[in-house]
């Protein structure tokens, strides 16, 4: 099966680059696959897993937050601000993660803004209950 | 004249400032390969983002929901001056040419009759502007403690300064910093960063972008991602500053080196004179006396 080009990016480096076939992003509403051909689309990412598989066959799952998926021409580029391997992450990453999402929420001014961040406190705990386990 | 000793005293501190230069000069090459690669590696993430802002701020631009890091307050009057500096000296130029210029854009604005505000981020900017805009210096961000510039250093400055803008401190800011074009050349920067100058768009860029989809809608998309752009910036700037403070610091260090060097071949040369002329005298000396009997 043909694949697509996918390319992972943090502000400090470029993770992954190369032909994958599927990729699962969490995006602000809700998680999506994207497969070859998909339409173009740009997506905010919420905290959550992102999972591909690439040319090997090999599934590789990393923990994301903030950015965004870019789909265009068979072209999927993900911008996080954070992107860690799952199997590296472990209970310091996900205190600093609660920290960063606590002080948002207690910075937090208007409705909206408190509502977001307290959603994002509850997906980091959800997932840390999950990796845990 | 100097004595003899003097001379030696002299050859062999000189020496010791050559070593010192020396090794101050390998260091920096091997901590510049290492800025240089991460300035490299923040480099696709930077252009990516760019593009995505070019796309989403072609649609919204001139519309009355454009959100104000793009659009300005509409104001011109307050200017923030972000100013980047090293933590260390013995780097030539370079703090003092990003002084320099951030200095002579702080007196046009305020000739002009605007309100000026400087954040230094780094020490030695701090030291030489401190004296002349004691009043204007609002903020100091300290990076000593850091070894390598993570993005996190970045973002904190970066919220720090939306931050001021949404408490409607400034109307306008701009970062100073050095781009890193070569080790023998740092070019001093002043970048716009709020409003956000958006880039013309590429002519020849495929233009499929009406077919986008926006999950969720175009203007909150661009709404988290003008604050991340800013850090980016921000981030982009203290990579781009490191790289160009070693290699500045790496040819000041070079020519010293060579400055010592050839330092130590003139005193060597007047020492050897001296003390030629020493045997010399003392010869003349003994043979006269001798003469004389």
């Known amino acids: ?133 | 004249m100097p004595s003899l000793k003097d001379l030696r005293t002299r050859i062999s501190s000189v020496k010791a400032t050559q070593k010192i230069t020396k090794a101050m000069q390998m260091v920096a090459a091997a901590k510049l390969r290492r800025a240089q690669a991460s300035a490299e590696a923040a480099r696709p993430y930077a252009s990516r983002m760019n593009s995505v802002l070019v796309n989403l701020a072609e649609s919204v631009v001139g519309s009355p929901a454009a959100p104000r890091l793009l659009s300005g307050t509409g104001n011109n009057k307050t200017h923030l001056l972000v100013v980047c500096t090293a933590e260390r000296g013995l780097c030539g130029a370079f703090n003092s040419s990003i002084a320099r210029l951030a200095r002579e854009k702080a007196l046009a604005l305020m000739a002009e009759g605007k309100t000026v505000k400087i954040i230094c981020v780094g020490k030695k900017g701090n030291d030489l502007l401190k004296r002349q805009f004691a009043k204007e210096i609002i903020e100091f961000v300290d990076l000593r403690s850091v070894r390598y510039i993570g993005f996190e250093n970045a973002d904190q400055i970066g919220r720090n300064i939306i931050a001021r803008f949404d408490k409607g401190e400034f109307d306008v800011a701009t970062l100073f910093f050095a781009r890193f074009r070569s080790v023998i050349q740092q070019i001093p920067t002043a970048l716009q960063i709020i409003p956000a100058v958006v880039p013309p768009k590429d002519p020849k860029a495929p233009v499929s972008l009406a077919a986008y989809d926006y999950e969720p809608d175009e203007t909150a998309i661009l709404a988290s991602l003008l604050p991340r752009n800013i850090s980016m910036q921000v981030f982009s700037a203290l990579l781009e500053n490191a790289a160009s403070e070693q290699g500045a610091r790496m040819s000041a260090m070079d020519s010293a080196t060579r400055n010592a060097g050839d330092m130590i071949k003139k005193q060597t040369i007047k020492y050897n004179r001296q003390r030629q002329a020493n045997i010399t005298k003392e010869l003349i000396e003994i043979i006269s006396g001798a003469e004389a009997l």
């Open chain 1, 1 to 133: 099966m043909a694949g697509f080009t996918f390319e992972l990016v943090s502000p400090e480096k470029l993770l992954f680059s190369g032909d994958v076939e599927e990729v699962v992003i969490p995006g602000t509403e809700g998680d999506f696959a994207v497969l070859k051909d998909h339409a173009p689309v740009i997506s905010a990412l919420r905290p959550g897993i992102l999972s591909f598989k690439d040319s090997k066959g090999e599934k590789q799952t990393l923990f994301v937050r903030g950015g965004f998926a870019d789909v265009s021409a068979n072209t999927l580029i993900v911008l996080a601000e954070q992107a860690v391997p799952l199997a590296d992450m472990n209970d310091q990453h996900f205190e600093h993660e609660v920290k960063l999402a606590t002080e948002d929420l207690a910075a937090a001014q208007s409705e909206d803004a408190r509502r977001l961040a307290a959603e994002r406190l509850a997906q980091i705990e959800t997932l840390r209950g999950v990796v845990r386990h």
